[in-house]
């Protein structure tokens, strides 16, 4: 894989968001934008306590 191609493929990585936003290579819109798109997957959340077990109703087996 080529360095173009895996620039391109962190595009959306959030690490490198920041960063290209600010050498403009990407815009604040098209990041709102995307974010938008992005499907609401909180339903698929499992919190847990700081002690690592689980908090939610359901016994762990």
């Known amino acids: 894989m080529s360095l173009a191609e895996a620039n391109k493929n962190l595009k959306w990585d959030t ?20 974010l938008e798109q992005l499907p609401d997957l909180a339903h698929n959340v499992e919190k847990f306590t700081i002690d690592g077990k689980s908090s939610s109703t359901e016994e762990s087996h």
Not at 21 to 34: A, C, P, R, T, V
Request: no cysteine; net charge positive; glycine share 4%.
């Open 15 to 34: 690490r490198m968001t920041e960063t290209k936003i600010n050498s403009g290579e990407l815009k604040k819109e098209e990041m709102q934008k995307h």
